[in-house]
Structure formats: C-alpha cells, structure tokens
C-alpha cells in the first residue's frame, strides 16, 4: 500500500506536468501559475502524502522536471505564489539566495521598525520625553500617567526605568 500512494503521489504531479510545453527561452512570466488544487499547508503551500512523509509540492515538481535538489538548497518561486508547483517559476537556491530575492521584491519584514515607527505603537517620541520628565518632576504617578496616556502602568514603569524606548536613553 505504502508504494502505491508514493506512485500515485509522483504519478500524479507527472501527468500534470507533461501537459505543461514552457519554452526556456521565454521568461517565466509568460506562462501563469500552476496552483496545487489539493491540499495546502496553513502558508499556502501544497502538499501532498506520500507514505507517512508530507511532501512540499513545489520541491516535488522541481525534483520531476528539473531533478535532485542539492542538500541544503531551498527551491524557490519567482512568482511568489506559495501553492504554484509550474516548474519554470521554481529556482533552486540558499537560504540567503532566497532572502535576498525576498528583499529585492520588498517582501522583508523589517525587524528594525521600533518606536513611533511601530506598527503598534501606542505612543510617540515626544510622549515618553513627557512622560520621563513628568515623572522625575515628581507631579504625577505612574498610574496616573498611563492613564493620561492609555497605557498600562507596566508600560509606564518600563519607559520611566529605560528598559522600553531604550533607543531614547540618555548615554
């Protein structure tokens, strides 16, 4: 049983693939995305079973089409299209070859956004800059400050102790 669904697992990525005539000569964008219609990962790639191994579609196309993908290589889309498997949107590269396409297509998360640049941010520069004078100043306490600022009163020890908004700390 268990190579029954491996062949129909790799049977079934190669009856759709042959049908596929892609001319390497032209860029990949001129042929549309082949999208997995069966089951996909919560990311939106398409998987499949074969035996008790979950196989990633796209790496199952490209090891069909194109061959054995080299250990420590991801195969990566041009398209950007997770469930899509059409073997000239794929390309095999590092982990780092794969990031910097990422940021060459302005995909990046940008983990540097803190402070007011925050998307969550609650407050701006000049509020905490307030709210570290006003109290040092003495005149009002932390619960009344984060209050006034709709904050919790843990947010407000944090910026009045430098250990939130650190990049504001005086050197």
């Not at 060459?104 to 905490?128: I, S």
């Not at 709210?131 to 984060?146: F, H, M, N, P, V």
């Amino acid at each position: 049983m268990r190579k029954r669904r491996e062949i129909v697992g790799i049977e079934l990525i190669k009856q759709l693939l042959a049908e596929l005539r892609d001319d390497p000569a032209l860029p990949w964008s001129v042929y549309p995305c082949l999208e997995w219609p069966r089951r996909r990962r919560a990311d939106g790639y398409g998987q499949i079973r074969i035996g008790v191994v979950k196989r990633l579609i796209h790496r199952l196309a490209y090891e069909v089409a194109i061959g054995p993908i080299t250990d420590g290589l991801c195969v990566c889309h041009h398209c950007d299209n997770p469930p899509c498997f059409r073997p000239s949107h794929l390309f095999a590269g590092s982990h780092q070859d794969n990031m910097a396409d990422c940021s060459r297509k302005g995909r990046t998360k940008v983990p540097h956004f803190f402070g007011e640049h925050h998307g969550q941010a609650k407050l701006t520069e000049g509020m905490v800059f307030e709210i570290r004078e006003r109290y040092a100043a003495g005149g009002k306490s932390q619960q009344a400050l984060a209050n006034e600022y709709r904050v919790s009163q843990a947010a407000i020890s944090l910026i009045v102790l430098g250990k939130k908004w650190k990049h504001l700390n005086e050197p």
